[in-house]
């Protein structure tokens, strides 16, 4: 009996202390908790990456590492140049684009995005197989804000999702929950990119206006003010067109490995915008009486230079 | 065990689920460290004890993780419980009770997250989650169970042996 009313006690007690949990984290008020805790184990994971990273680096089998570390460098070759074949060939189809128009010097000068950057080092990551998170070893202490685009040098990673003094929260474009705006390259398609468990990413919503091709690239298209335009996603590797569907749908193979993130660049100088909340703020000042007008939000624009 | 003793050791824990085992992927997943521990503890030393290591154990994942808090917490008090009531059985040392709750186990435990998710809004495809995270996580920590599992009985004797002494 008396075994019996200590584990009620028990039991009281951590249900207690999971609804308190609860409730305060859906008021917000475990974030100064959480932060502390990450910034206090940080450092801590910081070095028990750097002491990993050592010993794996250093391996007992030189010709594994030479392997390794030829492999690894041809890869690295291998994305850079698709990038700058992705980057010629936006060039291209801007200009083209541009000429157009007639009149690019004044409207769509030829630019090239460069944005500043903070190289952040992957030291953590989401502790259940369920979701797509990284941790990384920079935050409000080198500029970093909620909602920054996150890159490596063969393309989008995700974006900030949350960010503490010394350390951010990376939502991956891999997760389920994450979705991007794209544009097919070559046919300049546009669809929305989301992210599937252990697969390939899927974009969608994609118009029946023309062919896909395999092999095709997709880009982020700037829509929706959360990516920069032309960042590198992926690469289609399955088409699924259907007559009698009004969209058609894209299989993409993400141009980053996720598995062997180490450092990742934080576009510091783009300025994410949230149109959902800004259209919901608009439709709020609007008033109940009237119907709703849109009017313009204003945007912005990443640091660009001529 | 001294609460002070476990907090530290699960911190450990915790700071290698989330930055070592990232790098390991057994049939395309991470093996759960601290479910393992959890489990293991609960099998040795009884109910009480394993849902206090599931309550640090918990909260520490959620303050690692981006999921809503308590997410970790609840899934790992809901299983650790049922598998520490194998403690006062005879076959308590028995390796066969680890391989035995371990992919029970699991399968609670990613259920109650999957769950945990569904309701704070995250979707994904059912399949996609049984066939890619599910059993591929029941069978990543039923084989890795052991090592794991004897570890912590051999800490377990030395902390008993040590009780008995003094």
Do not use: C
Not at chain 2, 128 to 142: C, E, H, K, L, R
Request: hydrophobic fraction near 50%; charge should be negative; proline fraction near 5%.
């Amino acid at each position: 009996m008396k075994d019996l009313s200590s584990r009620s006690i028990i039991f009281a007690t951590l249900a207690l202390i999971i609804v308190v949990g609860l409730v305060l984290d859906e008021l917000g008020a475990l974030v100064p908790l959480e932060g502390l805790f990450l910034q206090l184990a940080t450092p801590i994971q910081r070095i028990v990456d750097r002491a990993v990273e050592s010993v794996i680096g250093e391996g007992s089998l030189r010709d594994m590492r030479t392997l390794r570390e030829e492999n690894k460098q041809l890869k690295s070759l291998v994305d850079q140049l698709m990038v700058e074949n992705v980057r010629l060939k936006e060039v291209e189809a801007q200009n083209e684009d541009l000429r157009r128009k007639l009149n690019f010097a004044e409207t769509h000068p030829q630019y090239t995005l460069r944005a500043a950057e903070v190289r952040g080092r992957v030291i953590a990551a989401e502790p259940n197989n369920f979701m797509s998170v990284l941790i990384i070893d920079v935050g409000k202490r080198t500029g970093i804000r909620q909602g920054m685009p996150v890159i490596t040098e063969s393309g989008v990673v995700g974006h900030v999702r949350a960010v503490g003094p010394n350390w951010a929260r990376v939502l991956l474009i891999v997760d389920p929950s994450s979705s991007v705006a794209a544009v097919l390259q070559d046919s300049r398609l546009q669809g929305i990119i989301s992210g599937r468990l252990g697969q390939d990413l899927i974009m969608t919503y994609i118009p029946q206006e023309g062919p896909i091709s395999v092999g095709e690239m997709v880009l982020t298209s700037g829509v929706g003010g959360y990516y920069p335009k032309g960042l590198v996603i992926g690469q289609v590797i399955e088409v699924m067109q259907n007559d009698i569907e009004p969209f058609q749908q894209a299989i993409v193979r993400p141009a980053v490995n996720f598995e062997q993130i180490e450092t990742v660049l934080v576009l510091t100088s783009f300025e994410p915008i949230d149109v959902d909340a800004a259209l919901q703020a608009e439709d709020q000042s609007s008033g109940a009486e009237s119907a709703p007008t849109l009017t313009p939000i204003p945007t912005q624009k990443a640091t660009v230079t001529p | 065990m001294n609460v002070y003793l476990a907090i530290l050791l699960l911190f450990v824990l915790a700071t290698v689920q989330s930055t070592i085992l990232p790098r390991l992927t057994v049939w395309g997943v991470h093996p759960e460290l601290m479910l393992m521990a959890v489990i293991s503890w609960s099998i040795l030393s009884g109910a009480e004890e394993g849902m206090l290591w599931a309550l640090i154990g918990g909260i520490l994942l959620d303050l690692f993780s981006a999921s809503h808090f308590g997410l970790h917490t609840i899934a790992l008090l809901v299983v650790a419980f049922p598998s520490g009531l194998g403690q006062r059985t005879l076959f308590r040392s028995d390796l066969l009770m680890p391989l035995l709750i371990i992919p029970l186990a699991t399968l609670g435990y990613e259920l109650v997250l999957l769950a945990g998710l569904y309701l704070t809004g995250w979707t994904a495809s059912l399949s996609a989650y049984f066939g890619q995270v599910v059993m591929p996580s029941v069978g990543a920590n039923t084989l890795l169970i052991l090592p794991i599992y004897l570890l912590l009985r051999a800490v377990h004797r030395r902390l008993h042996r040590q009780e008995i002494t003094l």
